[in-house]
């Protein structure tokens, strides 16, 4: 053991240094279609997430975040954003299907512990859904 | 490998290499059981004593009053279910953010039928000698305080409290005279605070080996003579009963070098640390918007500085800073199994952001004023580009 094994996965580590997707700045009012919020700040974690669907396909256009948290929060949010906007963006029901496992899966495994407090991005996506869908007078599925 | 820069010494220390040079000969050449009656037996035995009679005439003890343990939170276990065994219920008094080996050990006992008083601690982090006075009742049987937090480093009281104690028990007309008895935890402040326990009117004292440049898994209770503790372990007659077990002869040799140069190189090495973390304070505050010091700046260790940095999360902090080859800690949650913040950081009264965002230095005997500055080169980036991510501003 020389250390250099991180305390966390690899794919972690490269979602933590380099998140993808996440809004420098808050975004101006018509760049995206719905915004979600999710956390408490007693758990330390809280998350936004906006949305750009395409009306015709019902794909997310684009995706972007900002999360105050720790390690795992940023890296999993940064993995479910490249997840839902890979090869031209998921449809909405499909992204929706997205379960904290899959992140966790996709992110080479997270500690137990970790689990439930820092995978939000699923339920900062739900949320902005049902906002976007509010906005349009849709029912929700 | 990288240069590291180690700033997390209240976490634990390195062995000093002059404690390292005494502990050699106790591995193979005298390897003996203290108790045996040959040769090697007495070479360990005297080692031990030699050790004890060290350690004792740096606090002002005899040596019989010294009983060794396998560390800080063995020495406050001991000393906290040693006096409450010997009651069915009572009452205890301690404060909100003593360490987990003290606060548990309370919670224990509350499961058991003592009452336990949390004393606040301020937004200072020190005990209130008011509030202290007003929670002594007769029934209480032991106070439990430590002397500097290994969090935020705040140094409490305790020759007050001391005091108080003394003429509390004086003013009672019972046979209950000699309670509630004093234990105090000294492991951090072992390296940088007078431990003379007369002056402190301590009867109990805690102090480990891993925080001052000795062994790991090795420590000391100071136990005034007089005061009746039951074991916490039960086998032979080592420890005078109160610590069975054959004693670890080696880090015992090694804690008592380590106290020795702790006690001897503690003034000049408290200047020098004060100013840099002074130095270290006035950057983070200055360059960093929204960085805020917790606990009292001037009633704390020379070597701590803990700070809330808002809008950051500590983890994060910690993990980027770790990247750039510095050590640090934090009292977010999300490095704690509970996933609650740091009930220090918390005791404090503010709200759960500082908690999250909290990240503790602590300076030692390898740091140097460069190290300090190259923080400062590459902090204010990393608390630029995680609050550009975060979603609290």
Redesign the interface.
């Known amino acids: 053991m020389?250390g250099d094994n991180w305390?966390y996965s690899n794919k972690v580590k490269e979602h933590?240094?380099k998140?993808k997707n996440?809004a420098?700045k808050e975004p101006k009012e018509n760049e995206f279609d719905a915004m979600g919020?999710v956390?408490n700040?007693?758990?330390?974690?809280?998350?936004?997430m906006w949305i750009k669907i395409d009306p015709k396909t019902d794909r997310v256009k684009d995706l972007k975040w900002?999360?105050?948290?720790?390690?795992?929060?940023?890296a999993s949010t940064s993995a479910f954003s490249e997840m839902v906007l890979k090869n031209g963006g998921m449809k909405i029901e499909n992204a929706l299907k997205i379960k904290p496992q899959d992140i966790a899966k996709y992110l080479g495994g997270l500690p137990d512990?970790?689990f439930h407090?820092?995978v939000m991005a699923d339920l900062a996506f739900k949320k902005a859904v049902e906002n976007y869908r509010q906005a349009k007078n849709l029912t929700p599925s | 490998?990288k240069k590291r820069i180690y700033l997390d010494h209240a976490a634990t220390t390195y062995l000093d290499l002059r404690v390292k040079k005494v502990m050699d000969d106790f591995w193979i050449k005298n390897f003996g059981n203290p108790s045996s009656l040959y040769k090697e037996g007495r070479l360990a035995k005297k080692a031990i004593e030699e050790s004890r009679l060290k350690i004792a005439r740096f606090i002002n003890a005899k040596p019989q009053e010294i009983i060794f343990t396998a560390g800080g939170t063995e020495s406050d276990n001991l000393a906290i279910f040693g006096v409450a065994n010997n009651f069915k219920k009572g009452h205890i008094i301690t404060t909100k953010f003593e360490h987990h080996a003290v606060l548990n050990a309370c919670k224990k006992l509350e499961e058991l039928g003592f009452e336990v008083s949390y004393l606040d601690v301020g937004e200072k982090g020190i005990v209130s000698l008011k509030d202290f006075k007003r929670a002594l009742k007769k029934e209480t049987v032991l106070v439990s305080i430590m002397y500097a937090n290994n969090e935020i480093g705040t140094i409490q009281p305790i020759a007050e409290i001391g005091k108080i104690i003394k003429d509390f028990r004086n003013s009672k007309t019972s046979d209950f005279k000699t309670y509630p008895l004093f234990h105090v935890d000294a492991c951090q402040a072992a390296g940088y605070l007078d431990l003379n326990v007369e002056k402190l009117g301590v009867d109990l004292m805690t102090v480990n080996g891993s925080k001052i440049y000795g062994p790991k898994g090795i420590g000391f209770l100071y136990i005034k003579s007089g005061v009746k503790i039951s074991p916490l372990l039960y086998g032979g007659e080592q420890e005078r009963g109160l610590r069975p077990g054959t004693e670890n002869v080696p880090a015992i040799v090694g804690l008592a070098k380590a106290f020795e140069l702790a006690q001897k190189e503690r003034d000049k090495e408290s200047k020098r640390l004060t100013s840099l973390r002074d130095y270290f304070i006035k950057r983070l505050t200055k360059e960093i918007p929204r960085v805020y010091l917790n606990g009292d700046s001037k009633d704390r260790l020379p070597n701590n500085i803990n700070v809330s940095i808002l809008?950051?999360?500590?983890?994060?902090v910690v993990?980027?800073l770790d990247?750039k080859g510095v050590s640090c800690s934090t009292g977010?949650?999300?490095t704690s199994?509970s996933?609650e913040?740091s009930h220090v950081i918390m005791a404090l009264g503010g709200?759960?952001?500082y908690?999250?965002g909290s990240l503790r230095f602590t300076l030692g005997k390898c740091n140097k004023k460069s190290d300090i500055d190259y923080v400062m080169k590459i902090l204010p980036d990393i608390v630029k580009k995680l609050r550009?991510?975060?979603?609290?501003k």
């Open positions: 020389d305390y933590f240094f998140p996440f420098i919020e956390g700040f007693a758990c330390g974690d809280i998350m936004r900002q999360t105050w948290g720790c390690a795992t929060a940023i512990r970790k407090c820092s | 490998m809008g950051v999360e500590g983890e994060s993990l980027y990247e977010s949650a999300c199994e996933l913040p709200p759960y952001e908690g999250h550009a991510i975060s979603a609290v």
